[in-house]
């Protein structure tokens, strides 16, 4: 009696749109009579029911979840293909082929196997907008990762229980969103795990400073510029002449002395520090303005290689 009315309050508080009928000891007949009469349900659980035939849900249009946990259905081709539905549990099924996956479900979002007999992950990279998947204890294995490497929106990953290494799991660094990830409490797996958010953290960080490397480029130019009409107005004004007999060089300290009011009007261009300045000037100036470094020939009164 208790337990009837547990049933009949939790009934009481669904909201109108959703339904629940897990456990409820519901045979594939009386499941087409409960659906028979509404088609707008959002939300549909036939969980732990004895059924192996739901080809009544193809008329639920606007089915958003969906869950058969437990239920007897072994082929994916038995669920009728649904458009709208973002989030489908098929835990603890016979489930053991993902092939055509996309095709149903285009839009999924959640999707758990947990405890099936999957071992192959083909068919997976047809959820490009899956953001969380459960393949906790089945039977995949570490070389299917690389399969996973391609859902590239995912941000939660359980594989709990599946035998994994550091490899397998630094296969996934390309999923630049994972945010939470469950493997098995082992050492290696542990500290691979750590190694894998720092490299994502790191590619984050890359993704998150867009157009740094034009930024450097333009300012790199536009100090170009700015230095080129500096040295020829320097040029223009500064006569050359020997250091001395020995060095046969131009001035140390008049090359200095440029060379601080070059930094100085680099610095005022480069506002937002995108510019490594020595590297800059050693690229730009000392390698490319070799007439500073030419020797000076006192006969012609002219700068000579």
């Known amino acids: 009696m208790l337990k009837t009315e547990d049933k009949r309050m939790k ?92 095709n149903q479900f285009n839009n999924l979002k959640i999707l758990y196997l947990t405890g099936t007999p999957l071992a192959k992950l083909a068919g997976i990279q047809e959820l490009p907008a899956l953001e969380e998947l459960s393949l906790s204890d089945t039977n995949v294995t570490k070389k299917e990762m690389f399969a996973l490497a391609q859902l590239t929106n995912l941000k939660k990953l359980y594989l709990e229980g599946l035998e994994l290494d550091a490899t397998s799991l630094l296969a996934l660094k390309s999923l ?85 009011q070059i930094k100085e009007l680099i610095l005022s261009l480069d506002k937002d520090g995108v510019i490594d300045l020595d590297n800059w000037i050693n690229s730009n100036i000392l390698k490319n303005n070799e007439p500073e470094l030419k020797q000076w020939d006192a006969t012609t009164n002219k700068t000579v290689p």
């Not at 009481?12 to 339904?19: A, D, G, H, R, V």
């Not at 190694?195 to 300012?219: D, R």
Request: glycine fraction near 2%; charge should be negative; charged fraction near 25%.
């Open 176 to 260: 630049s969103k994972l945010e939470y990830l469950e493997v098995n409490y082992e050492p290696e797996l542990q500290y691979a795990k750590d190694e894998l958010f720092k490299l994502i953290k790191k590619e984050q960080s890359l993704v998150n400073t867009p157009n740094k490397p034009t930024a450097h480029k333009e300012m790199s130019d536009k100090a170009s510029v700015n230095f080129y009409h500096f040295h020829q107005s320097v040029e223009s004004n500064t006569p050359k002449r020997p250091v001395d007999a020995t060095s046969g060089y131009h001035a140390t300290g008049n090359k200095q002395k440029k060379l601080r």
């Open 11 to 102: 009934v009481i508080k669904q909201p109108s749109n959703e339904l629940d009928l897990s456990n409820c000891n519901l045979i594939n007949d009386s499941l087409q009579a409960k659906l028979a009469d509404k088609t707008d349900w959002v939300l549909i659980d036939l969980s732990d029911n004895p059924i192996s035939d739901v080809s009544v849900l193809a008329a639920q249009k606007s089915l958003r979840v969906l869950r058969l946990v437990g239920i007897a259905i072994s082929d994916l081709s038995k669920i009728p293909a649904l458009e709208s539905l973002e989030e489908l549990h098929l835990s603890d099924t016979p489930i053991s082929d993902l092939t055509g996956i996309g």
